[in-house]
């Protein structure tokens, strides 16, 4: 992205969880030294992040501190509680996040949704990322594309990259075939 996300941005990642859509999100949480919040809804909570299991949609924007926030996953809060309640938490989210010049991450993961409920949230989102894998023969490809943000030129190409130890890696060598 050239220098990062647009303060006060609301970011949606869509991908499966084979993609390291939760590395992106980690890396997301802890870049820079930065402080902030990554509110666990659906998996086991790790140091450092905020148990939000058992949290309705409502009760989590108070829970939103620091430069950046995550939440794992937006995916969750639709299929517990309907579009409805997933739109009206990004819609608060967004708000507040664009007053404090911070940015949220939300994650949402791929065909677990209709058309129709990604479409909305899309819409709502600043930044739009997506994570694809591609197996090739005996090969997996991933790539991540960025579909949307808000005032600004989308890149032009999608760019593959790697999960490492240390989370997901841009490749930085373009293959020609």
């Known amino acids: 992205m050239e220098g990062g996300f647009p303060a006060g941005s609301t970011i949606v990642v869509q991908g499966s969880p084979l993609t390291g859509i939760d590395l992106l999100a980690r ?6 030294g930065m402080t902030g919040t990554y509110l666990m809804i659906d ?5 450092g992040m905020t148990d939000a299991r058992d949290s309705p949609p409502e009760a989590l924007l108070p ?11 937006l995916s969750t809060i639709i299929t517990r509680n309907g579009i409805d309640a997933a739109i ?11 007053e404090r010049k911070a940015n949220a991450l939300f994650i949402l993961y791929s065909d677990l949704h209709t058309t129709v ?3 909305r949230i899309m819409r709502m989102a600043d930044v739009v990322i997506e994570l694809k894998e ?12 960025v579909h949307k943000v808000r005032n600004a030129q989308v890149p032009k ?10 989370g997901i890696e841009l490749s930085t060598t373009s293959r020609v075939v």
């Open 88 to 98: 009206s938490l990004l819609s608060s989210v967004k708000k507040d996040i664009a």
């Open 117 to 119: 409920e990604e479409i």
């Open 134 to 145: 591609i197996i090739i023969m005996t090969e997996i490809e991933r790539q991540l594309a």
């Open 63 to 73: 829970l939103m501190k620091g430069d950046r926030v995550v939440l794992d996953s």
């Open 27 to 32: 890396q997301f949480w802890s870049a820079d």
């Open 43 to 47: 998996s086991e909570v790790e140091p």
């Open 157 to 166: 190409r999608i760019i593959p990259f790697n999960i490492t130890e240390k």
